[in-house]
């Protein structure tokens, strides 16, 4: 059975700082390209960031480039989203998204991805 399980989210001040990690388990890690997507009640799931397999790739939405970060540590079975000048329009319940094994394009649709975690809120105060 696959789990993906997120923590790091909470309450944080405007231009603060935040990483989510994302453990997985159940799954080929290391051939699976993963995503973080976030999602505020009453709006549509959207993507925040996508990193492929092997680490070498990471995409973004516009809106967080060059302010989050996500990696990965396939020793781990983990990835990571470190978000970094955090605005109130981050605020958001972020979720962990894996795919099957090696594919990557169409990263930006959710509903690509096959396997989800149960997410976690972020609140950032202006």
């Known amino acids: 059975q696959v789990q993906l399980v997120e923590s790091g989210g909470g309450l944080v001040q405007a231009g603060g700082s935040l990483r989510l990690s994302c453990a997985v388990s159940?799954?080929?890690?290391?051939?699976?390209?993963m995503g973080w997507f976030r999602q505020v009640p009453g709006k549509e799931r959207e993507f925040v960031a996508a990193?492929?397999?092997?680490?070498?790739?990471?995409d973004y939405a516009d809106f967080v480039k060059g302010r989050f970060t996500i990696s990965r540590d396939n020793a781990k079975n983990t990835v990571y989203l470190q978000m970094n000048s955090l605005k109130p329009e981050d605020t958001a319940v972020y979720y962990c998204?894996?795919?099957?094994?090696?594919?990557?394009?169409?990263?930006?649709?959710?509903?690509?991805?096959?396997?989800w975690g149960q997410g976690t809120q972020v609140t950032v105060s202006s």
């Open positions: 159940g799954l080929t890690f290391s051939y699976a390209a």
């Open positions: 990193i492929s397999w092997s680490g070498a790739t990471g």
């Open positions: 998204a894996g795919r099957r094994v090696f594919t990557y394009r169409d990263y930006e649709a959710w509903a690509n991805y096959d396997y």
